[in-house]
């Protein structure tokens, strides 16, 4: 892909409330995947298959559920988690976004690739 489509697919990807594309550094650009998506507001893909593998209850932000994403527990199997703000809740897959959920706006839940915040793009949401 060249670097022009690649930066116009990280700006869909990367929401203005993450860190902006022009402010990446050379190693959070070489550690994204290109597929990559960031704080998406939407729904899962209505599919046998695209289900979380676990679900924690009482979470209040996004960074949370990245930590236990990122727990050595769930590091190897968890590409993907996303947060729903008004229950406070954040369930962990096994794909990426980009391959089990649809965006949408207004579905309260909102959907990181893990590498988002593995690579420094991410952070919570000024609630």
């Known amino acids: 892909m060249d670097k022009g ?37 939407g729904h899962l893909i209505s599919l046998d298959g695209y289900k979380p593998f676990a679900v924690a209850k009482h979470v209040k932000m996004p960074s949370i559920c990245y930590e236990m994403c990122y727990h050595e527990k769930n590091r190897k199997r968890c590409k993907s988690f996303s947060h729903t703000r008004r229950e406070r ?6 794909f990426h976004v980009a391959d089990g959920a649809i965006q949408k706006r ?16 991410s952070r919570d949401p000024p609630w």
Request: hydrophobic residues 40%; contains cysteine; proline residues 8%.
């Open 5 to 41: 489509a690649f930066e116009k697919q990280l700006s869909f990807a990367i929401p203005p409330q993450d860190t902006p594309l022009d402010k990446l550094n050379a190693t959070q650009l070489e550690c994204i995947p290109a597929d990559i998506r960031c704080n998406m507001p």
């Open 106 to 121: 207004l579905t309260g839940s909102r959907f990181w690739d893990a590498a988002c915040w593995t690579c420094g793009v």
């Open 89 to 94: 809740r954040c369930a962990f897959y096994e």
